[in-house]
């Protein structure tokens, strides 16, 4: 046992990050998350792909990384049960309010669909 550990910590400290993601980084999965939530809740918006794609080289988040993919399909799914009750309209209004064009949380990562 200690010689796994042992190897799991030298496995860790060479790739130089072993598995804590930043606070910025964690925002970036949530907000990434919440935004794919909002076309699921909203069918008159898309995601702005240019933007995620920035947001995320930007943070070092690869969504190929399990872990990250994970806590993206976390906040998906927790973003939807939250809206389950609601009506489409008031899911739109909320998730263009936070992630459209003139958003508060990250502006632009959600677009109308034309």
Not at 63 to 90: C, F, Q
Request: net charge positive; aromatic share 4%.
């Amino acid at each position: 046992m200690r010689r796994l550990i042992l190897a799991a910590a030298l496995c860790a400290a060479w790739t130089g990050r072993g598995f804590a993601y930043s606070d910025t980084q964690m925002a970036v999965m949530s907000h990434i998350g919440q935004a794919i939530a909002g076309t699921k809740i909203c069918s008159k918006v898309k995601i702005a792909e240019g933007a995620a794609a920035l947001m995320l080289a930007a943070h070092q988040v690869k969504l190929g990384d399990p872990v990250i993919a994970a806590v993206v399909r976390s906040k998906i799914s927790e973003t939807v049960a939250a809206w389950s009750d609601r009506s489409e309209a008031a899911a739109c209004a909320a998730v263009l309010t936070l992630y459209g064009p003139d958003g508060s949380n990250v502006p632009g990562l959600l677009l109308l669909k034309n």
